[in-house]
């Protein structure tokens, strides 16, 4: 299966020598360092009645990402688009050096137009975590190749549905790695405009998808995991509904919402959360723009979680670590068109999800970045 998905990147990146020799040719890059501050580098999350778990203290950090982009027409009818980033953060606390983390992602999109309002396109996605092994840490690898059909109803409509199989390896426990068939729907409407040439002052937007996710440990119970045991493996199916609007032009606004069910056979794993989001980008006097993002989610569970003593054997791993409301701003400036300089303070908390586990983080950044688009 997954030499399959090696040739699906191959055929993906096979016309990448044609794109370096093709017009118009569009790319951009940017390489940021910063200095950070972390208030949780642990994430440890605090529950009522339990003595406070050990955690690595607050702590500043060196942060550095490489990231850029590339995209080319490769005749009338081809368009082949890529992109990659690597980044990673190192704390100054000694406490604190555990959570060191390296992150590569990379994309590739190879769409072909089969008639005038009619396009195919394959696309592969990658992503991996570096970090030192623990359950406690998302170290992981995910590698995912689709297909979709994108079919514009009129000029303003557009109906997109795909499929794709995704592998995604757990590193610090291989029952929590999973293989999965998933597809999607998605409309989108502009407004006014050409949805397949983009630039219109509003979109709207609905879809779904489904993953099936078949793991590769067996089913937690009530008792524990039993990985030896004869009974079932591991299943869930993956649910995510979602809408959302945007508007652009001298200032833009964006809101949406949309639901994650989990139907899992294991133990403490199914769930049902509900997230609303909005965010906007404005600009201010003498060139600074202010962007911020604020996101609510509220998390349920189907299982009740026992904090005062927990069950033997159940994994401390959690894939789906997303249950946290996020408020994020901050204010950029770009001087001579290729430096930027910036600042960003993010908020996470659990809630306003009824529990009693309370999370609480506190991030600070600056930063300089050098950029060039063409």
Known sequence: MRLRAAV?????????????????????????????????????????????????????LARLVVAGSLAADLGERNTLAASGAFGGKWFLADQARAENVLVAQASANHTLRLWRRTQAAAAVSYYDVFQRRSTELPDFRSLLPSLRLEQGLGRAFLASLGAGYRWFSFKPDGAYSFHAPTVFLLFRHVLPGDVLAGAADWEWSAGGNLEARAFDGAACTESGCDPGGSGPRHDDRFWIVHAGFARTGAWLFGAGAAMHINQSNSYGEALVRGLLHARTVVALPWEIALSARAELVATRYRDPLTFLQPVAGLPSASIEDESRSTLRVEISRVFAGHIELGARYVYYTSAPTSSAVDFRRHTALLYVALLDEK
């Open 8 to 60: 699906t990147i191959a055929v993906c990146l096979a016309g990448l020598p044609a794109v370096l020799h093709a017009e118009p040719l569009r790319y951009d890059w940017r390489i940021e360092d910063g200095v950070e501050y972390d208030s949780n580098p642990g994430r440890i999350e605090r529950i009522e009645g339990n003595p406070s778990q050990p955690a690595p203290p607050a702590s500043a």
